[in-house]
């Protein structure tokens, strides 16, 4: 029971944070110049109109009245409507929520499912034609931008090759090429990681104890190396998964994939200020209940972490 | 003839070790080298192309691959691709460069106090920090630039901010490190000032992992710049920028690659750079992390 009261007090934890963000961001939007009952209503409408409906959306009132009502209508799951388009903001990114998240997951499962075992194969194969290998094509992935890899491989695998589909969504194939796209960096960021933690570990006395009393290379591997290895890769994890979201609107770019990529970028073009800050609490919330979901992870693969701290 | 006898590693003083650790890295002094080419032609681009050709559009050349007369090609609209490229690569650097410094002084500051003077203040600026730590950078960036609006410095100031925090936190904890060390204790005993404590001693011994941080910073962010570029949010076309670039020829680069490839490249050459000097300095100032 003691992880369930660490993730309830971890989960409480998360509203300060909230409040915060969402505080921090009402005041950095607030800056946002031009006359939104104006930008709504066009040019034709009267002074008197514009007025009647800035007070009826309550931008007559002061920064801090604005922001309490609107986290009195958070609370009441109203996330308001985007003002250049008019649609409600949460079914809108309901809609739009599981592409992303299908995608960030496919790539952070690709750069772990890849990554891993690369980089304990090139720590423990140190000095290698593999572990050189490795070694650059980390220093490849980590400097390429995204934007540019994936409309390079667009062109290759898709329009020339015709192996893929170019964009949008429909078949599991149209997320093979998003998902690696989108999990390249974090790729080089898994490979490095698990082989300097690696790396790390095989050097300990433990490990040489285990090799003194006669257990095989295998059973050091498996048993002893591994498991110490991968608590900071875990870690990681959840960093990286953080990263993959803000990411994911450069991939959905290039894809067409429906997310909420899309819907933010056209919102930061248009100055559409409830459907940025709407969006940007949503991802928040979500990257903070990952990286509790991985802090929990971390508990199970190391039994050393003790919830009651 | 009088020649000057090398000193002995062991009379070094730490900085000249990690001056000497730094210039025994090949991939780090590699880094330095791309960087300094990089930089010095991007900045001396007036020497070698003007800068009208950067916007001069002759549609009698438009995509042509490169040749003599057009060293990197020419786009859809025949504007030459290695002055858009040289320039656009000021935009990318200086605003790369104007980023960190902004990043690195607001951030020294805040975790500065925050460090030093404990307390309420302390709490407060970090729970500040925490939140815009909780929001991922690019998005952060997006929501200043929804308040601002699209520019070159407007984009300054949106990755500034959303890189202040990462820095606050490492001067804060090396602040933490460094306030109970003995010899600032010592400093203080014989009269020294908060002020000379801090020019004397505590930044000296705390810029390492400072440095580090906005060496390795610099790489992600000169990525960002160029994403948001991409993106349409940030340096607008016709300035050239490298993500802009690849932006705007994008419908064309699949029969004319060198559209694409020429204006990525010096990206990745560029974060490539900076990364290789930035874990050179990471090595040289804590050699126990290497492996």
């Known amino acids: 029971m003691n992880w369930l009261k660490y993730a309830l007090k971890r989960l409480l934890m998360l509203i300060p944070v909230i409040i915060a963000v969402t505080f921090v961001l009402f005041v950095i939007l607030s800056f946002a110049p031009g006359d939104v009952a104006r930008i709504i209503l066009g040019d034709d409408a009267t002074q008197e109109q514009v007025a009647a409906l800035r007070h009826e959306m309550g931008l007559d009132q002061p920064l801090l009245v604005r922001y309490v009502n609107y986290m009195i209508d958070v609370l009441h799951f109203d996330f308001g409507t985007s003002w250049i388009s008019g649609y409600d903001i949460l079914p809108e990114f309901a809609r739009r929520l599981p592409y992303t998240l299908l995608v960030t997951t496919l790539s952070v499962l690709f750069a772990v499912g890849v990554g891993i075992p690369l980089g304990i194969a090139s720590a423990i194969k140190q000095h290698s034609l593999l572990d050189y290998g490795s070694t650059f094509l980390v220093m490849l992935l980590a400097s390429m931008p995204a934007f540019w890899l994936g409309t390079l491989c667009q062109i290759l695998f898709c329009l020339t090759l015709r192996w893929l589909p170019v964009s949008g969504v429909g078949s599991w194939q149209h997320y093979i090429l998003p998902s690696i796209i989108l999990g390249a960096s974090t790729l080089a960021t898994m490979i490095r990681m698990s082989r300097t933690s690696m790396l790390d570990v095989i050097k300990m006395d433990y490990i040489r104890t285990a090799r003194a009393k006669g257990a095989s290379e295998q059973k050091i591997l498996y048993h002893h190396a591994m498991r110490n290895s991968l608590i900071?890769?875990?870690?990681?994890?959840?960093?990286?998964?953080?990263?993959?979201?803000?990411?994911?609107?450069?991939?959905?770019n290039i894809f067409a994939i429906p997310g909420i990529g899309a819907m933010l970028i056209n919102a930061v073009k248009g100055r559409d200020v409830p459907v940025v800050m709407g969006t940007i609490i949503f991802v928040t919330i979500i990257v903070g209940v990952i990286n509790l979901i991985v802090d929990l992870i971390c508990a199970v693969v190391d039994p050393r972490i003790d919830f009651a701290a | 003839m009088l020649r000057k006898k090398k000193k002995p590693?062991?009379?070094?003083?730490?900085?000249?070790?990690?001056?000497?650790?730094?210039?025994?890295?090949?991939?780090?002094?590699?880094?330095?080298?791309?960087?300094?080419?990089?930089?010095?032609?991007?900045?001396?681009?007036?020497?070698?192309?003007?800068?009208?050709?950067?916007?001069?559009?002759?549609?009698?050349?438009?995509?042509?691959?490169?040749?003599?007369?057009?060293?990197?090609?020419?786009?859809?609209?025949?504007?030459?691709?290695?002055?858009r490229v040289l320039y656009g690569g000021r935009v990318s650097l200086l605003c790369g460069l104007a980023i960190i410094g902004i990043a690195f002084v607001f951030g020294a500051i805040i975790g500065g106090i925050a460090g030093f003077v404990g307390g309420k203040v302390d709490t407060i600026l970090m729970r500040i920090v925490d939140a815009l730590m909780a929001v991922p950078s690019a998005l952060l960036a997006m929501a200043i630039i929804t308040a601002l609006?699209?520019?070159?410095?407007?984009?300054?100031?949106?990755?500034?901010?959303?890189?202040?925090?990462?820095?606050a936190r490492t001067v804060r904890s090396s602040v933490l490190t460094l306030r109970?060390?003995?010899?600032?204790?010592?400093?203080?005993?014989?009269?020294?000032?908060?002020f000379r404590t801090i020019i004397k001693h505590i930044l000296p011994n705390g810029i390492g992992p400072i440095v580090v941080a906005a060496t390795l910073t610099l790489g992600a962010v000169i990525l960002s710049i160029s994403s948001m570029g991409y993106l349409g949010l940030g340096v607008a076309s016709p300035t050239p920028e490298w993500g802009t670039i690849i932006s705007?020829?994008?419908?064309?680069?699949?029969?004319?690659?060198?559209?694409?490839?020429?204006?990525?490249?010096?990206?990745?050459?560029?974060?490539?750079?900076?990364?290789?000097?930035?874990?050179?300095?990471?090595?040289?100032?804590?050699?126990?992390?290497?492996?």
């Open chain 2, 180 to 194: 109970n060390m003995e010899y600032i204790e010592a400093a203080k005993c014989y009269g020294s000032s908060s």
């Open chain 1, 232 to 252: 900071p890769v875990v870690t990681q994890i959840g960093i990286s998964f953080a990263g993959g979201i803000g990411g994911a609107v450069v991939t959905e």
């Open chain 2, 248 to 291: 705007e020829n994008k419908v064309n680069i699949r029969y004319y690659p060198y559209l694409g490839i020429i204006p990525g490249l010096c990206i990745m050459l560029t974060v490539m750079a900076v990364n290789f000097i930035g874990d050179g300095l990471r090595d040289a100032f804590d050699p126990k992390s290497k492996n």
């Open chain 2, 149 to 167: 609006g699209n520019g070159v410095w407007k984009l300054v100031i949106a990755l500034s901010i959303a890189q202040v925090s990462r820095f």
């Open chain 2, 9 to 83: 590693l062991s009379e070094y003083s730490s900085w000249e070790l990690v001056g000497y650790r730094f210039r025994k890295n090949k991939l780090a002094m590699l880094g330095v080298f791309m960087f300094m080419f990089i930089l010095l032609v991007t900045l001396f681009a007036p020497l070698f192309v003007p800068y009208e050709k950067v916007i001069e559009q002759n549609v009698v050349d438009k995509l042509q691959g490169p040749s003599s007369k057009y060293i990197f090609g020419t786009d859809e609209l025949g504007r030459d691709l290695f002055a």
